[in-house]
């Protein structure tokens, strides 16, 4: 079967639920990850940079501490988790329609399928998703109906 049609009838599954996806963000945010954009996270770098620079030249050095701690604590508050839904949106917005791209992901370690059935898991990257998306999702031979 063709790895588009598998990649096909896996985004159906994770849609409906059949099959669990897990997204460990942390290793995905490798620079080759086609989910991580390194300008989601340098956003906030320079947010923070810009004001503590901003402070620090206007006020003073001492004070620049405060929007530095600030900007820190608002990151790993809200940052992190904002940049984590980007890279969720990501996949399965764009990663699961694109064969190079979910492969170029499943190369890196960080997703794993799980059937929601009976909790078989397919890690990247040692586990086959083509063995685990035919042998779970795929109709058996002779099912398609015809002659």
Known sequence: MDERVLLRLLREAAA???IKVALDYRRLGHTDSPIAVQADSNRWLYG???????VGFAVGWLPAAVPLGLGVALYFAL????VRRRMHRRFFGKTLM???????LWHIRGVTLTD??????CASPDGDWRRFVLDRLAPPPGA???P
């Open 98 to 104: 694109d064969l190079s791209a979910f492969k170029q």
């Open 116 to 121: 929601a059935g009976d909790g078989a898991a």
């Open 144 to 146: 398609g109906g015809g």
């Open 16 to 18: 409906d639920g059949r």
């Open 48 to 54: 923070i940079a810009g004001a503590t620079l901003g």
């Open 79 to 82: 940052g992190r988790s904002w």
